[in-house]
Each structure stands twice: as C-alpha cells, then as structure tokens.
T-cell receptor, first 112, second 115 residues
Framework: AQSVSQHNHHVILSEAASLELGCNYSYGGTVNLFWYVQYPGQHLQLLLKYFSGDPLVKGIKGFEAEFIKSKFSFNLRKPSVQWSDTAEYFCAVNAGNNRLAFGKGNQVVVIP | DTEVTQTPKHLVMGMTNKKSLKCEQHMGHRAMYWYKQKAKKPPELMFVYSYEKLSINESVPSRFSPECPNSSLLNLHLHALQPEDSALYLC??????????????FGPGTRLTVL
C-alpha cells in the first residue's frame, strides 16, 4: 500500500518568510499527487494537484509544488507567507484504487 | 454545480440516540466516500461506494451504517455512538472509474459531538 511522509509537523515562521513543506511517498507506479489545506475550524480545500506534464505545479494563494519522480517527492513551496496561511497542510497520493493516502500533516503557524 | 454539500453542519447527540448525516453531489460522480477526521490529524477513510455499491469498508464498527440510495446521495446512519466517535465527518465524491487522474472533491463536513 502507498504511504506518505510529511516531516516537520510543526512549523512556525514570520510573515514574509519562505515556506517549504516536504512530502515523500512510497509507490513505484504512476501516481496522482495533491496538497490540501485546512484553515482553523474549516474544511479541507485543494491547494494544487499533479496528474502529469510539467512537474512544477502552480496552485491557489501563491503556492506551488514540484514533483521529482526520482526522489518520490512532491514538496510544497510559497515564497512569502502571510498570517492567513496559518493552517494544517496535508499531502495526499492517489494510486488509482479509489484510495487517497494522506500524510500526517504539517501544522503551520505564521506570526504577524 | 461543482460542490459536495453536507448536512447538518453540526450535530450533538447522546450515546443512545439515532441520527443520520447526509451528503449530496450533482456532478455526476459515481464514487462517494466517508472519512472521519480528528483534530489536527489527516482524514481516515471509512467507506467507499462505487456505482451505489459498497466497495470498501475499512473495518468500521457497525454503529456506523452507510447507505447510498442513489448516485447523488450518501447517508451515514449513526446509532449507539461513543464519545470517542466525536470528530469531523467528511464526505467526498469522484468521477467514475476510480483510476488515475481522479480527484476527490470534499464537502465541508459535519462536526459531530457525542455526549
């Protein structure tokens, strides 16, 4: 079964700092990759996804992610965070069997 | 219509109550899902329906009973729940096939509290 690893579960940074969240998955075949965000007390929202093509994917709210197949990674980045980016971030992998495997999440706190 | 709706938004119930959660989508999706999410944890898959048939049950206790009356509706019937069942219950749907290039669309969830 596929699994997803997210490191640095708690991230605290100041506004305007750059953010990078790591995501590694274990699955040798073709995968679809997703990053979801969950703001405090709110529901899961899709930030961006990778199906195929350009490995650099741009999402909403200035986020982007890069798929590196050789490293089984799909890291999320934002050059300059805002206080409103305080949220829980989940990486997920769909390996084509109606199952979405989630990582444990990164809790990101942005200090104004 | 590109959204998944869930009702109610909040539910408080006692351990002897019977209640139901409802999920609806009108995107023509033929796979629907129930997830349970505890605070600051990822969603955990509970059930998957594919073409209105239960295809995955992740060993969920029988006090949770799913139902898919038609391709647009998904219910989760609750009976004799425990306080540890308090969580956010998320519904999702995805296009037919279950293969790759298949995105799940999530609803806003029902926040359940069991007293």
């Amino acid at each position: 079964a596929q699994s997803v690893s997210q490191h640095n579960h708690h991230v605290i940074l100041s506004e305007a700092a750059s953010l990078e969240l790591g995501c590694n998955y274990s699955y040798g075949g073709t995968v679809n990759l997703f990053w979801y965000v969950q703001y405090p007390g709110q529901h899961l929202q899709l930030l961006l996804k990778y199906f195929s093509g350009d490995p650099l994917v741009k999402g909403i709210k200035g986020f982007e992610a890069e798929f590196i197949k050789s490293k089984f990674s799909f890291n999320l980045r934002k050059p300059s965070v805002q206080w409103s980016d305080t949220a829980e971030y989940f990486c997920a992998v769909n390996a084509g069997n109606n199952r979405l495997a989630f990582g444990k999440g990164n809790q990101v706190v942005v200090i104004p | 219509d590109t959204e998944v709706t869930q009702t109610p938004k909040h539910l408080v119930m006692g351990m002897t109550n019977k209640k139901s959660l409802k999920c609806e989508q009108h995107m023509g999706h033929r796979a629907m899902y129930w997830y349970k999410q505890k605070a600051k944890k990822p969603p955990e898959l509970m059930f998957v329906y594919s073409y209105e048939k239960l295809s995955i049950n992740e060993s969920v206790p029988s006090r949770f009973s799913p139902e898919c009356p038609n391709s647009s509706l998904l219910n989760l019937h609750l009976h004799a729940l425990q306080p540890e069942d308090s969580a956010l219950y998320l519904c999702a749907s995805s296009p037919p096939g279950g293969g790759l290039n298949n995105e799940q669309f999530f609803g806003p969830g029902t926040r359940l509290t069991v007293l």
